[in-house]
């Protein structure tokens, strides 16, 4: 059996996404809900043990508590009514997230499957027909990882000053964080997986992924390093991008100058705002249909081939010699 490599699973995602637009549609929608791996909790773990990111929101909301009294009926009535306007968006952008969710993991496993492209309405179906088991999947993985990350913060915001101990602790804690979060993203790309594909149940899905991953615990780790990696360069590619972004309105506000239209320097400002945003919301959906992809391609490879860890096949080499 040749063991499939990092650079196909890579390439054959990549070809997929590429080929297969519809893919973009599904990996905008399914965002709101994340991404499979640690790119995600490791974000999260770095913005709060930042006690100045924790602290200042906390401040923001007690000074403005002032914004939030009311002092008569009508205000009461405009209130309640904006929290539920609020409260219908919300629900909707998770029923749009969490079926489109499924149609892309559909949509993966049909593409690398039977080799066919995937039709975006059989994708939502099949995303749709599994809603309730994927959105209490993506429920039970936001509480564990949300435990994850307090623990983590609280064990970080409260370390020992010592230097050198400190520096050990804090290594230890992330490095103790990031598996156990690794673990609970792992388990949950896989299930989520094995509910649209095998039609599993939801904890005959659980049960499947932890054994999928407890069998390429080391695969599934170099997987979540190299998209993580694979997500920081996304960024240095938008903010270089928003430089490029930026010239037809740089040559708008030129104009505007030379002319003394103020009308002209707000319409390049607006389509500043208009090109980077679409920047953003186009990379961000090609990345996350991309990465959902490349671990669909690797979960049908674990569970019907089998795959064994780079790190390992480095290793014998290196022994070997």
């Not at 059996?1 to 990549?14: F, G, V």
């Not at 905008?28 to 490791?42: D, E, R, T, V």
């Not at 804690?173 to 673990?183: D, E, I, Q, V």
């Not at 037809?248 to 239209?261: C, F």
Request: charged fraction near 10%; glycine fraction near 10%; aromatic fraction near 12%.
């Amino acid at each position: 059996m040749l063991e499939p490599t990092y650079r196909q699973a890579m390439s054959h995602a990549w070809h997929l996404v590429w080929r297969d637009k519809i893919l973009w549609i599904f990996g905008l929608l399914s965002i709101f809900i994340g991404q499979f791996g640690l790119s995600n909790f490791i974000g999260q773990l770095i913005f709060l043990s930042d006690t100045s990111a924790i602290r200042a929101p906390y401040g923001w909301w007690l000074g403005s508590w002032s914004l939030f009294r009311v002092s008569g009926a009508t205000q009461v009535v405009g209130i309640v009514w904006l929290a539920l306007v609020v409260l219908v968006l919300g629900v909707a952008l998770i029923l749009l997230a969490v079926a489109a969710q499924g149609g892309l993991i559909d949509a993966a496993a049909q593409g690398f499957k039977n080799r066919t492209r995937p039709t975006m309405m059989k994708a939502w179906q099949k995303g749709v027909k599994h809603f309730w088991r994927l959105l209490v999947l993506n429920v039970a993985q936001r509480l564990l990882l949300g435990i994850i990350l307090v623990a983590a913060v609280f064990f970080l915001i409260n370390i020992s000053p010592d230097r050198a101990l400190g520096f050990l602790a804090t290594v230890l804690a992330l490095m103790a964080g990031a598996l156990l979060a690794l673990g609970v993203s792992a388990v949950a790309a896989y299930a989520a997986g094995f509910i649209v594909e095998d039609e599993r149940t939801f904890f005959g899905a659980i049960g499947a992924g932890w054994k999928l991953f407890d069998r390429h615990l080391l695969v599934s780790l170099e997987l979540s390093i190299i998209l993580l990696g694979l997500n920081w360069a996304l960024v240095a590619v938008i903010f270089l991008g928003s430089f490029v972004v930026l010239l037809p309105a740089v040559l708008i506000w030129l104009l505007a100058g030379a002319t003394g239209l103020i009308g002209l320097a707000a319409a390049g400002l607006g389509l500043a705002l208009s090109l980077f945003i679409l920047l953003v919301v186009v990379a961000g959906a090609i990345f996350n249909a991309f990465t959902t992809c490349a671990w669909m391609y690797l979960f049908m490879k674990m569970r019907r081939e089998g795959m064994a860890s780079r790190l390992l096949h480095y290793a014998r080499k290196m022994v070997g010699k």
